[in-house]
Nanobody
Framework: QVQLVESGGGLVQAGGSLRLSCAASGGIFSIGDMGWYRQAPGKQRDLVARVTNVGTTNYKDSVKGRFTISRDNAKNTVYLQMNSLKPEDTAVYYC???????????????WGQGTQVTVSS
């Protein structure tokens, strides 16, 4: 089973920066899309940013220009650089990856355990 391990969350003041990392490991043949989602207390989990295996990205409108998603295919790792953080960015951030374990196999979906990001005003 594929595991996604996240790191890099924490407490930061408004205007500060954090970098999240998520490494995938296990029986991976290839990884398709990778992304970051977030969930604030009492709210649904929403897409923050997503990147395809050829580097095409898309972002939630409220983070455009502040967050940058990137990936290292050789390391099966996705990153989220978060700059100019705001209190409303406070949430648990989850990594997501679509992977398959063979050339003709379907893609499966896996999630990380989540990492807390707290932005103080």
């Amino acid at each position: 089973q594929v595991q996604l391990v996240e790191s890099g969350g924490g407490l930061v003041q408004a205007g500060g920066s954090l970098r999240l990392s998520c490494a995938a490991s296990g029986g991976i043949f290839s990884i398709g899309d990778m992304g970051w989602y977030r969930q604030a207390p009492g709210k649904q989990r929403d897409l923050v940013a997503r990147v395809t295996n050829v580097g095409t990205t898309n972002y939630k409108d409220s983070v455009k220009g502040r967050f940058t998603i990137s990936r290292d295919n050789a390391k099966n790792t996705v990153y989220l650089q978060m700059n100019s953080l705001k209190p409303e960015d406070t949430a648990v951030y989850y990594c997501n990856a679509q992977w398959r374990d063979g050339h003709w196999r379907p893609f499966f979906d896996s999630w990380g355990q989540g990492t807390q990001v707290t932005v103080s005003s």
